[in-house]
């Protein structure tokens, strides 16, 4: 039994147990957002027929994108879980790979994955897909798209970023870098040889999204054959980019660690072919500050802008963004963020929102959850196989091709599926 001194302190124990009960509850639902309401999302976009008919026909745009309820609103854990999981349930769609040798004594690869049955349109159209940083066409979020296109009656094509495949030697000193379009431009014609009939519909993850919306922007001629563009989750100027990585807010400063890492691991899985050899324009001692790098600035400046002979890191970043070229995209063009995105300071997305009121064939969608790359669906707890992200990417470009088959209009009233040819 309590002594009398006791007593007094229980109601006061209690208090402070209350207290740091409710504290850890408000955190959580503060953190997980377990308060925010499912959306539509926040489509920028110019009053035109052909926008019309996508707001009409493509109704993911205007439906509530409903993320998992307990963790779904969180960018970080939907940014977490792409990261270590990709995808639930990921199928494993079976491709051919080709290699190609480029100029400089490089080969890069690609795989071809075939239609799994005809398009709703009865259409050649070829998913023409360049992922994010480091990745290639055996990522489980690579692997979950394609594999829901070619159900919906596309071909694809899976660009694998020069040094990524763990599998595959360099056979140059040279890699992937933020906006070299080579090897992309590469398979584009290869695509265009191959299939004269097709048309392509290009879509950039990240990474992969500065990269197509780079090489579409270089000349007019790149989308010839071009059907639409779709970039996800990039942040358009690496300059501006790179400088938010170095904050802490949102956590990014941690982001730049694990992406540096990861650079890192990819750079020195080849150091046999990219340091010391008589074409390598990379010596000891950068392999030494690659070693001791912490952020993808570091490894930027010491690494990675050596590859194409940038003089500075600021010349390397302003010269491979797409931000300089977007405005030169006359094709149909949905660009994808979320609001919750660690990765993308907010700041960024007044660039794809300015070009989206200032040009008719352009889309600005943004989400307020989805993190990077998440966009995972679900109810409570569990994840949906297919995500968000790839049904609305795919219906984008059903509806396009539905569009190329309405009653000629003028001109100015959008572009027509042949324009693009």
Sequence with gaps: MASLEELPLLPVFDGVKLAALATVLYVIVRSLHLKSSPAPPHVTYQDTPLNRFLFKSCQILTQEYIPPLLWGKSGHIQTVLYGKMGRVATPKPCGVRTFLPMEDGATMTFDIFEALGDHSTQDDITMVICPGIGNHSEKQYIRTFVDHSQRKGYRCAVLNHLGALPDIELTSPRMFTYGCTWEFAAMVSHIKRE?????????????????????????????????????????????????????????????????????????????????GTKSSRLDDAD???????????????????????????????????????????????????????????????????????????????????????????????????????????????????????????????????????
């Design 195 to 275: 299939f004269p009939q097709t048309l392509m519909a290009v879509v950039g993850f990240s990474l992969g999204g500065n990269i197509v919306c780079k090489f579409l922007g270089e000349r007019h001629s790149n989308q010839e054959r071009v059907l639409c563009c779709v970039s996800v989750c990039q942040g358009y100027s690496v300059l501006r980019a790179q400088e938010t990585f170095l904050q802490w807010d949102q956590g990014r400063r941690l982001y730049n660690f694990l992406l540096a890492s990861k650079m890192k691991k990819i750079i020195l899985a080849h150091r046999d072919t990219l340091f």
């Design 287 to 421: 392999l030494n500050r690659l070693r001791a790098a912490t952020s993808l600035m570091q490894i930027d400046d010491t690494i990675m802008r050596k590859f194409h002979n940038y003089h500075s890191l600021k010349e390397y970043y302003e010269t491979e963004s797409c931000v300089q070229y977007m405005h030169n995209i006359s094709v149909p063009l949905l660009l994808v963020n979320a609001v919750d995105d660690p990765l993308v300071h907010p700041s960024l997305l007044a660039i794809p929102r300015t070009l989206a009121d200032k040009k008719a064939n352009v889309l600005f969608v943004l989400t307020q959850h989805g993190g990077h790359l998440g966009f995972f669906e679900g109810a409570v707890l569990l994840p949906k196989p297919l995500t968000w992200i790839d049904k609305l990417i795919v219906s984008y470009t059903d509806t396009l091709c539905q569009w190329g088959r309405q009653p000629p209009h003028t001109p100015q009233d959008g572009h027509r599926l042949h324009s693009a040819q």
